[in-house]
C-alpha cells in the first residue's frame, strides 16, 4: 500500500469508529444509516484487502527466494558437468566447448544452457563421468532445471494476483472516499445541535498531508 492510501485508509478508520460513537445520533432506518452503514462496510472490505496484497508480495518474495535457491542448485551440477569438460578437452577436443556457461547469465539463459548440457549427455555422458561428472549427470542437471523453470511461474503467479489485487484495492479505495464525503455533507444536518459530535467527524475525516521533503542545505 502506498503512502496516499494508507492516509486515506487510516481517515477512513476514523470515520468508522465515529460511526460507532456516535451511534445514537445516527436515526434507524434512515439514509444516514444506509450510508454509514456501507461506509463501514467498506473500510472494512479495504482492511481485507490490505492484508491480502500484504500476503501476495511475502508470497512474491517467497517465491524470488526460491528461484534463486533453484538456480543455485542447477549452477551447482553445471559447474560439475563444466569441470569434467575441461579437464577432458586435452584427450577430446572440442568437449570444453560444448559445456560453456557464466554465472552472470539471464535466468532464461541459464535455463536454455542447462537444457543443452543434458541434452548433450547423449553423447558425452559416459566420457565426462570418466573426468569426474556425477553419475547420471544428465539426469540431474534436467531435474535442475525443471525446479528452476517451475520457479518461474511460482514468482510470475504471485506478482499477477498483487496486480490484480492492487487494481481491486484502488477501485475500492475511490468507493469509499465518495461514500465518505456523502455522509461527510449528511453529518451537519444529522448533527444539528451537537456541535462536538460534528467537531470529531472533521478531525476524523481529515486526511493527513504528506510529509514535505527537506529541502537540502545550501553549500
Not at 543434458?118 to 531435474?143: I, K, R
Not at 468507493?175 to 455533507?185: D, E, L, R, Y
Not at 444536518?189 to 470529531?200: D, H, L, M
Request: aromatic share 6%; with cysteine.
Amino acid at each position: 500500500m502506498n503512502d496516499k492510501n494508507r492516509r486515506y485508509l487510516e481517515a477512513g478508520q476514523r470515520c468508522r469508529q465515529w460511526i460507532v460513537d456516535y451511534v445514537a445520533l445516527i436515526p434507524v432506518g434512515s439514509m444516514f444509516e444506509t450510508r454509514t452503514g456501507e461506509l463501514t462496510a467498506q473500510v472494512d472490505l479495504l482492511e481485507d484487502l490490505a492484508g491480502e496484497i500484504e500476503s501476495f508480495t511475502g508470497e512474491g518474495l517467497s517465491a524470488t527466494d526460491v528461484k534463486g535457491s533453484e538456480r543455485i542448485d542447477l549452477l551447482d551440477i553445471m559447474e560439475k558437468v563444466r569441470n569434467a569438460a575441461r579437464a577432458a578437452e586435452p584427450a577430446n577436443p572440442g568437449t570444453r566447448d560444448r559445456y560453456r556457461y557464466t554465472t552472470n547469465m539471464s535466468h532464461q539463459l541459464l535455463l536454455a544452457t542447462g537444457r543443452a548440457f543434458a541434452a548433450g549427455g547423449a553423447a558425452d555422458e559416459a566420457l565426462l563421468q570418466s573426468y569426474g561428472a556425477p553419475g547420471s549427470w544428465p539426469d540431474h542437471v534436467t531435474d535442475a532445471c525443471n525446479a528452476f523453470e517451475a520457479s518461474f511461474g511460482q514468482q510470475d503467479s504471485a506478482v499477477g494476483s498483487r496486480i490484480a489485487k492492487n487494481a481491486e484495492f484502488n477501485d475500492k479505495m475511490a468507493q469509499m472516499i465518495a461514500t465518505k464525503a456523502t455522509v461527510g455533507h449528511m453529518v451537519p444536518n444529522f448533527c444539528t445541535g451537537n456541535p462536538g459530535a460534528i467537531a470529531a467527524w472533521n478531525s476524523a475525516a481529515h486526511v493527513e498531508a504528506p510529509p514535505k521533503k527537506k529541502v537540502p542545505p545550501t553549500p
